[in-house]
Nanobody, 124 residues
Framework: QVQLVESGGGLVQAGDSLRLSCAAS????????MGWFRQAPGKEREFVAA???????VYADSVKGRFTITRDNAKNTVYLQMNSLKPEDTAVYYC??????????????????WGQGTQVTVSS
């Protein structure tokens, strides 16, 4: 089992920044399998950012150029730096792990472990 704990969410104004953290513990896994998703009220969970099997970071078009995913292997932690936040970024943000890193990084059904989520609210 892998345990994931997100932190760093909050209420901010449009244009502000936040950094989300996701600390992992438990069984060993490849950190390239980590990703971030979000879910707004009444909407399906959607892909935000992740790593390809090669380790290359990838992003949803809606956040490209504003969000950055990084990882610290020594701390078993992945981060999501969110800049220039918009009201439409408001959602619960989840980090997740897919054990088979060759699986599609943007498909939530391919992820095996999920955190409890952290709320991000961006006011206009």
């Amino acid at each position: 089992q892998v345990q994931l704990v997100e932190s760093g969410g909050g209420l901010v104004q449009a244009g502000d920044s936040l950094r989300l953290s996701c600390a992992a513990s438990g069984r060993t896994f490849n950190s390239y399998g980590m990703g971030w998703f979000r879910q707004a009220p009444g909407k399906e969970r959607e892909f935000v950012a992740a790593f390809r099997w090669s380790g290359t970071p990838v992003y949803a078009d809606s956040v490209k150029g504003r969000f950055t995913i990084t990882r610290d292997n020594a701390k078993n932690t992945v981060y999501l730096q969110m800049n220039s936040l918009k009201p439409e970024d408001t959602a619960v943000y989840y980090c997740a792990v897919r054990q088979l890193i060759i699986l599609p990084y943007d498909d939530p059904s391919k992820y095996d472990y999920w955190g409890q989520g952290t709320q991000v609210t961006v006011s206009s």
